[in-house]
């Protein structure tokens, strides 16, 4: 039992040696994961996005972006969502995980971009979500592109996005 309660501990320690503000986007990302899982089981994916369209990201044309700023903060983001996957409850399936780390940049008024892609694994047909920002990857390794062929046009954009083909425009 000694060895659990060093683990929790380890943690513990871990997590408070994040800045506040890291703090806080784990705890945030630890409450919204079960929001994301149940947005999509009960609203299903386009209804959930266009929920999320219309509750985040102000239109911010005009505004002066630090490009570089925004991937840092995207990626701290991520890492959030990631460390809430990984001690949280539940364990989120991509989508849920893409959906979830979306909403959180669309919050923080950062745009990201949600890729499904597919690919046939011997007689299985398998789909894999995750979120790009300025073409870097951000929950997945960044070479998913290899593994999985985006799809070519917007699953569920109301417009189609014709600056990059394959891109789920959302």
Do not use: T
Not at 29 to 53: D, Q, Y
Not at 87 to 97: D, I, M, T, V, Y
Not at 129 to 153: I, P, T
């Amino acid at each position: 039992m000694s060895d659990g309660n060093d683990r929790l501990a380890e943690k513990w320690r871990r997590f408070r040696r994040l800045s506040a503000e890291d703090r806080s986007l784990v705890l945030c990302a630890m409450a919204l994961a079960p929001c994301a899982a149940l947005g999509l089981s009960v609203l299903g994916f386009r209804r959930l996005k266009e929920l999320i369209e219309r509750l985040f990201l102000p239109d911010r044309r005009g505004v002066p972006r630090d490009s570089q700023a925004e991937l840092e903060q995207a990626r701290r983001i991520a890492r959030a969502v990631r460390s809430a996957e990984l001690h949280g409850l539940g364990r989120p399936n991509c989508l849920e995980r893409s959906m979830l780390l979306w909403s959180l940049l669309r919050h923080a008024g950062i745009d990201g971009e949600l890729h499904i892609g597919a690919r046939k694994n011997g007689s299985r047909f398998e789909a894999h979500a995750w979120v790009e920002m300025a073409g870097q990857v951000l929950n997945d390794s960044a070479d998913v592109h290899a593994h999985y062929a985006r799809f070519d046009g917007p699953i569920a954009a109301r417009e189609p996005d014709s600056r990059v083909a394959g891109k789920v425009a959302l």
